[in-house]
Every structure is written in C-alpha cells, then in structure tokens.
C-alpha cells in the first residue's frame, strides 16, 4: 500500500502550444510558385503560335499604320473634288480645293452674274483700295436737330457770358461750338471736353466751360482786331474767316447756314 506522499501530483491542465513558423511557410508557396512559372514558360516556348488565316492575310506594321493614319487625317481635314472634264482641255482628275472651295465657287458665281448682267469683273480690291473716297460735302441738314438744340440749351448762358467779358458774340461762338464738336458728339469733345478743333486741341479739359474760357482767351490773345466787329456777329464771323484761325474756305457759310438754321441770332 502505498503512501499518500508517493502518489502522482494531479494535472493542472492540458495545454498544448502549436507554433507556425509563418517565414517557412512562405519560401515554400514562392518556391511552389516559381516551379509553376518556370513550367508554364517552358510548355509556351515549346509551343509555336500559329495566327488565324485573316490574320496572316491582315498584317500591319507600324509603316502602313502611320500612312492609314495620315490618309484619314487629309480627308478629314480637306474637301477633295474630283472632276472629269472632257474637252480642249484634256482630262483632269484629282483637282483639290481645299477648305477655300466655297469663296472660290461663291467668286465664279459673282463674276458670271456680273458678265451676264454687263456690269464689269473686278479681280481682286486693290481698284477699291487704292482709289480714294471722295469726301462728302458738309451739309447743315446733316447735323442732328435734336442734339443741336439740346447742345444749344447747355451752353446757351455759357456763350453769353463769354461775349460779355470777351467780347466774342454768342452767336459766332455757338456756330464755331457745334460746327466743330458736332454739337458735343465728336470724339474730342467726348474725350478731352474739346468743343472747338484745333484751336483748341493742345490739352485735356476737366470740363466744358473750361474750354469755352480757354476760346475766348486764345481768341482775343491771337485775334485783338477782332473786338472792333463783336458789335455785329456777322462782321465778326467774316473778319474771323481772314485770320489764320481755320484754314476751311467755306468757314463763313458754314457758321452761317448753322445760325440761320437753329436761329443762333436771338442769343
């Protein structure tokens, strides 16, 4: 009989650790992987590759690409017309017109119209290009009525003021205005407030009135004969016409033909 010291020492637990050695593992599935590549590669060298039949009829290179490619781009770029033409002429065929084909037709056209109707051809504009414009004829019927009497009622206080202390007459002052500025629509009038040309072309102006003072000052610094005829603006506009002041033949009847018209008199 034994005694209890001798008896064996009761278990704790099973337990069983499994270790996997995952580097192992891995050099065996690349080694694996690499013997199935090498086969495969080895079976497809043995192996000759035989091209379906439309395809051996089909063969491109890279030469007759890049010429299909070039061919599609020439059509798609240009209109070709081939024309058949039998005659003293021959025989033509292949005539390219280019992009510029229906300015081409559009000229043939015009210039068979032209013939049929007996008016003459015209090659090309240099006959338009190179004749000059004639200048057209001033005309005070040409002025806008509206604008004229809306430039009138603007300036009307500002011109008499001016004969007042320079003794330039209104009514002159008014005519050189709008004959010069097209009543304020001119580009200098707009742009500088220049409402008298030349005379007065050497500066901006901050405004109008500016340039009506810098007139009449210029005016009587130039021209001091001219304040013996302010009494009659007639007198005025005709002793103006003498000086140097404007080079326009017609100065007098122009001022006139625009005072009788708009009946600049009554400033």
């Known amino acids: 009989m034994s005694s209890p010291s001798s008896a064996p020492a009761p278990r704790r637990g099973n337990k069983s650790a499994v270790s996997i050695d995952w580097r192992l593992l891995w050099q065996r599935l690349l080694a694996r992987v690499g013997q199935l590549f090498t086969s495969l590669r080895h079976k497809a060298g043995r192996t000759e590759y035989i091209p379906p039949a439309w395809m051996q009829r089909f063969r491109l290179s890279w030469f007759r690409l890049g010429l299909m490619a070039l061919a599609i781009f020439i059509f798609t770029q240009k209109q070709i017309d081939f024309t ?9 065929i292949g005539e390219s017109e280019g992009r510029h084909s229906a300015t081409k037709h559009a000229k043939q056209t015009a210039s068979t119209a032209s013939v049929a109707s007996g008016n003459p051809v015209t090659v090309n504009n240099r006959q338009s290009a ?11 019927n040409s002025l806008d009525a509206a604008q004229v ?14 004969e007042q202390k320079f003794n330039v007459p209104a009514p002159a002052a008014m005519a050189l205005a709008i004959l010069n500025s097209n009543a304020g629509q001119s580009a200098a009038a707009k742009r500088d407030n220049n409402h ?4 007065t072309a050497d500066r901006y102006y901050e405004n109008a009135w500016m340039n009506w003072r810098a007139h009449s000052e210029i ?23 003498k000086t140097n002041y404007s080079s326009d ?15 600049l008199d009554r400033l």
């Not at 430039?151 to 011109?159: H, P, S, T």
């Not at 008298?196 to 005379?199: K, L």
């Open 249 to 263: 033949r017609k100065l007098v009847d122009k001022l006139m033909d625009i005072v009788e018209r708009f009946n």
């Open 149 to 162: 009497r809306a430039y009138i009622n603007r300036f009307e206080k500002v011109a008499k003021g001016e």
């Open 84 to 92: 058949l033409s039998v005659g003293k002429e021959g025989f033509a």
């Open 130 to 140: 190179t004749t000059p414009n004639k200048p057209v004829a001033w005309n005070v």
């Open 219 to 241: 005016v009587n610094k130039r021209f001091p004969e001219l304040a013996d005829n302010s009494v009659n603006y007639q007198q005025w506009v005709a002793a103006l016409a």
């Open 196 to 199: 008298f040309g030349t005379i």
